[in-house]
């Protein structure tokens, strides 16, 4: 409901009632006292154990560059540059396209909490894609000494690209599969032919009666089928 700034040592409302509250504490000299006296007390003599308290939670942003696609047009694309788990809360995220700062066609999230004391924020830029030109995200922070740079890269992402590759293993090795069984079953099938070209079929109705003459050593082995 109100804010007290130290360095102007005024009260600031944000209700109508603490705006009246705030007329009143700012007109009585015992309450700037009182401020001055806890200003020391919290702020300045603690500044050294504040300052290793910020210095220990300060943590460089996380960069991710991807691509999100448009499906009302073809020929533009989108480019989200994303800033993850870092601490100060305060950040620039800037666009270049061959290294010039782009202004236009760009967006921003707001700086949001994380939830576990860390940040993150978000910026899109839409862009039609042309041939050799490099577009980056510059991000700076706190943390970092200088400018992070992050180069968008139009190949696919490495997970990706092993997905790919053991699919397409994945295929290599099942027509192979399928290859060596026609083989063998091709190799099979004429070896039965063979055998079975080797050997007359007979009915067993055609078969010679008893005491018929015994099978020349000449005559071709015979394969009775009965059909029952």
Known sequence: MM??????????GFTADSIEEAKHKNSDPHDAIQRALEKNILCTNNVDFVHHIDSAVI????????????PSDKHHSMLVCSAYDFYP????????????????AVSFSEVMPDGDFYYQIHSYLEYTPT?????TCMVEHFS?????????DPSLPASQQIQIILGVCGLMLGFAFITSGFIYYKKKFAAYITFC?????IDVADLPEAGASQQSEHTPEL???MTI
Request: net charge positive; no cysteine; charged share 25%.
């Open 144 to 152: 970092l000494s200088e400018p992070m740079l992050q180069v968008w």
């Open 89 to 104: 809360k305060q950040i620039r995220l800037t666009w270049l396209r061959d290294g010039q700062e782009v202004t236009s």
């Open 3 to 12: 804010q007290y700034n130290s360095t102007t040592g005024n009260w600031t």
């Open 197 to 201: 070209q080797e050997r007359v079929l």
């Open 59 to 70: 943590s460089g942003p996380k960069i991710k560059l991807n691509s999100v696609k448009q």
């Open 131 to 135: 041939r050799g030109e490099k577009i």
């Open 223 to 225: 394969l009775v089928s």
